[in-house]
């Protein structure tokens, strides 16, 4: 294995090929990979029963509750990877606390089109980190569900390009994307996060929690013009962050 002392502004390099070589990194290393996995373990769940299972019975078509099954089949597949991953590490993940994005139940189709087109898009983007990870079960998690999850936003837009055929639809979809995306914007984190420093020093994560928010909301204007949407408003507390849609 390669070098384990990682000075301040150094990025780790070398490579964590599986749960046993993590008992020879520093104690650093693994509690931030700790985080990494029990924050998916539990989101992928909480995402599962509150989003995918309850979206079943609202799909309009017996088509749509195939593809929305296969969605909710995948999380549940997502969470079931997290979490024996978690325990393999001998890491608990049930007392964490889900993502704020999982406080409002899932009530319209509209709503469930919104989150899987702009939701899990926000999970795309953490995934593309953790596809180039130092730890290597992470790695391959990643490579595992990424194909997945763009399953999930390509099912998002279908929904989404569906219900804008219908004009009458429209401020529906945008009252909905207005309400859903700072849970959006806060599924990044804070851009002073400490640990967000310690994936990038331990080469676990590239970009900093600021850099991938960045990025979200470049797609998620992609997607806006895309459709004709009119982009949700960015709350000011991000304001420092300098973010702004595209014109
Ligand atoms: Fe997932
Ligand atoms: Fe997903």
Redo the contacts with the bound molecule.
Sequence with gaps: MAELHTPEGEVFTGNVPDVAALSEMPEEYRQAVAKIVRSHAIN?LT?AETF?EPAIRLAPTPRLKWLVSR?TM??YG?HVLFARLAEAMGVEWKSKKPLTLFDYPLKTWVEYGVL?AI??LA?IIQLEDLENSTFYPLRRLAVKTMP??RF??GLGEEILRELLKDPANRPAVEEALERMFPAGLAFFGSAHSENSRKFIRWGLKRRSNEAMRKEYVRRVGELCRKYGLKPPTIPEQYQEEGLAFAS
């Design positions: 992928e995402g995918d969605a995948e999380e997502h899987k939701g899990d999970e997945e999850e999930h936003v």
